[in-house]
């Protein structure tokens, strides 16, 4: 099993989080406030450098979850499955893009993809 942290569309209540129904849920946490959530229309994108602490899910996915997710996300070549730090300290996965791959988006302040008026493309 490993370990996930989800930000967007993956969480709870959201588009993607069939994904997860085999998936055990580990609990809500955030991440250290180094990272920045940006908008890009239908989802989100967390970027490694910033001080935003992102708001998200953990789950425990077994290795064929993992591969869909990589997939669905397209790792490597859109979004990077990488080791991040929680606020509690624990390092998990999460889906983090490289800034390459984002154009000019609006910043989610408050780090919570949920506080974002869904699906609102501008």
């Known amino acids: 099993m490993t ?5 967007g569309t993956l969480r709870r209540g959201d588009l993607n ?3 997860l129904k085999q998936s055990i849920f580990v609990g809500r946490n955030t991440t250290e406030p180094q990272y920045t959530l940006v908008n ?3 989802f989100p994108a967390m970027l490694a450098k910033g001080n935003t602490a992102v708001h998200g899910e953990v789950y425990n996915v077994d290795d ?5 997710l990589d997939r669905l996300e397209g790792h490597p070549n859109f ?5 991040i730090k929680l ?6 996965n999460a889906y983090v893009m490289p ?6 988006h609006t910043v989610i302040e408050s780090g919570d993809w ?9």
């Open 17 to 19: 989080h069939l994904y």
């Open 87 to 92: 606020s509690n300290g624990e390092q998990v």
């Open 40 to 42: 890009l229309g239908l």
């Open 64 to 68: 064929r979850t993992l591969l869909t």
């Open 114 to 122: 949920f506080q974002v008026p869904s699906y609102n493309i501008t």
């Open 3 to 7: 370990k996930v942290f989800v930000y």
């Open 99 to 104: 800034d390459n791959n984002v154009g000019k």
């Open 79 to 83: 979004y990077v499955r990488e080791q």
